[in-house]
């Protein structure tokens, strides 16, 4: 039986848990075993307990749940070469050469190097004497598929990424509450949200929430002219009527020269046209909770098709990311995702804006 590995790596997104429930399942019923990795690469590095089987009954429930059972780290060892020789050793010594992990870009870059090491690293295995040559007879490759779980729906050549509807989902609940505050005491909130250099989050809640303004990396605004900008919407929305004033600000609020932006600097423009105004940083709470209808259905059909993928690979196929492309679930490159999210990055410090949004879903293009 083919044995096959789940992860959960980098930052928690709900909708992590179906992917495992969907992995493992999907996995047995085509007649594999499934192995949870726990505590992300570090479940690898580690081994032991912490690269445990997993039954059909044992992910029983985690359809809706938020963040992920089987936790997540940043485990530094996994960045070393010697923490993937331990990571390939207890993968060898349970019989697993197949790993499909959940995470963001850094997550699945580090899954793409270590299969491309992978022949390597069990000759090293080999040559140390760590392991025996006839013991890694059977595990000279390494299959990797890649899941995309971010509540920032930062990745390219992916519509949505797993979480990311879940934490829209529960800022506009929050930004709820908020607004019949605001509008009872006619205030002005400056609600500031996640998605570091990602302004997809604050673009959504803009858009969900009717803001008055909101702050995006890959659309800053003109350097010497927003504060004024900003308080001239504002003065006008209040004058035609509107009791409540919001206005959105991604954690990676920049201006088009690369200055950061931030909730305090809003707050005062604000201010200075007379409004009563309070700064709420939703924090954490956007990473909580359940995950939403889409998620789950994400996970699930992402899962599934993470286990076709695993037994379709070839020692030639490059490894795949499972993406969502106009409500269809494909697969992509994995290095070509992860070059161009990088790339998105690099434009944005570049100042090339209009490049950046070329490779950000399609919301940004709208
Ligand atoms: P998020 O978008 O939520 O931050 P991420 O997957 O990008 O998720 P990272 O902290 O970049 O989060 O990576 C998670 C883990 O993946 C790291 O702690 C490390 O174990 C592994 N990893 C990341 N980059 C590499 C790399 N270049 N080589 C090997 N492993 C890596």
């Given at each position: 039986?083919?044995?096959?590995?789940?992860?959960?790596?980098?930052?928690?997104a709900q909708g992590m848990c179906a992917v495992v429930r969907s992995v493992v399942r999907?996995?047995?019923y085509l007649n594999c075993e499934v192995f949870g990795c726990y505590e992300g690469y570090s479940g690898l590095v580690k081994g032991g307990d912490l690269l445990k089987k997993l039954e059909w009954g044992d992910v029983r429930g985690w359809l809706s749940l938020g963040g992920t059972l089987i936790g997540t780290a940043r485990c530094m060892e996994f960045k070393e070469r010697e923490g993937r020789l331990l990571a390939a050793k207890n993968m060898i010594l349970k019989g697993i050469d197949a790993l499909v992990v959940c995470?963001?870009?850094?997550?699945?870059?580090?899954?793409?190097?270590?299969r491309s090491e992978w022949p390597s690293l069990v000759e090293e295995l080999i040559e140390k004497n760590i392991l025996t040559k006839e013991a890694c007879e059977n595990y000279r490759n390494l299959t990797i598929v890649g899941l995309v779980g971010s509540i920032d729906n930062d990745m390219s050549l992916t519509d949505t990424t797993i979480g990311a509807f879940s934490s829209l989902e529960r800022i506009c609940e929050m930004v709820d509450y908020i607004d019949s505050t605001a509008a009872s005491h006619s205030r002005?909130?400056?609600?500031?949200?996640?998605?570091?250099n990602c302004g997809w989050l604050?673009?959504?809640?803009?858009?969900?929430?009717?803001?008055?303004y909101s702050f995006l990396p890959e659309i800053p605004p003109n350097s010497l002219t927003w504060k004024d900008e900003l308080k001239e919407i504002c003065k006008r929305h209040k004058e035609k009527g509107r009791r409540?004033?919001?206005?959105i600000v991604a954690e990676g609020a920049i201006d088009n020269e690369l200055n950061k932006i931030t909730s305090e600097e809003v707050k005062d423009c604000l201010v200075e046209i007379g409004l009563d105004t309070r700064i709420t940083t939703l924090g954490h709470v956007q990473r909580?909770?359940?995950?939403?209808?889409?998620?789950?259905?994400?996970?699930?059909?992402?899962g599934v098709e993470a286990i076709n993928a695993v037994l379709e690979n070839t020692p030639t196929t490059p490894s795949p990311m499972i993406a969502i492309q106009n409500?269809?679930?494909?697969?992509?490159p994995l290095v070509d995702a992860v070059s161009k999210t990088k790339y998105i990055a690099q434009c944005i410090k570049e100042k090339k804006f209009e490049e950046a949004i070329k490779y950000r879903d399609s919301t940004f293009k709208e």
């Open positions: 039986k083919k044995r096959i590995a789940v992860l959960t790596s980098g930052g928690d999907a996995g047995i995470g963001g870009d850094g997550s699945l870059t580090g899954a793409d190097l270590f002005a909130f400056v609600v500031e949200v996640m998605g570091r604050a673009l959504m809640a803009g858009i969900c929430c009717g803001a008055d409540k004033t919001t206005v909580g909770g359940t995950a939403v209808a889409i998620d789950r259905c994400l996970s699930t059909l992402q409500n269809r679930i494909v697969r992509v």
